[in-house]
């Protein structure tokens, strides 16, 4: 729903807060809308924050070096793709 002109003006900011966050913000000046978009929106993947899995039984505060399961995992691939 278009907010009117003052109302936009008071709250330019945070409009254009929500409107970088992928919202259609639309106002109203004498009988004509408005949109208001960014000129590059950003990824909607940018947004997402990295997370560390690890395997059950591994406490995720200690040092843990995945390299040793990762050589496990390549011995078992290659023994898969040896029987194919």
């Known amino acids: 729903m278009p907010v009117t002109i003052t109302q936009f003006r008071q709250k330019l900011f945070q409009l254009a ?8 913000v ?4 004498k009988g004509v809308i408005f ?6 929106r950003k990824s909607k993947l ?10 059950p039984g591994v406490d995720p505060d200690s040092e843990y070096d995945s390299t040793g399961l990762l050589k496990e ?12």
């Open 17 to 24: 807060d929500r409107a970088l966050n992928g919202e259609t």
């Open 26 to 29: 639309e106002f109203i000046h």
């Open 35 to 40: 949109k208001v978009v960014p000129a590059t």
């Open 46 to 55: 940018s947004r997402l924050t990295p997370e560390n899995i690890f395997p």
């Open 73 to 84: 995992m390549e011995v078992e691939w290659e023994k898969d793709w040896s029987e194919i």
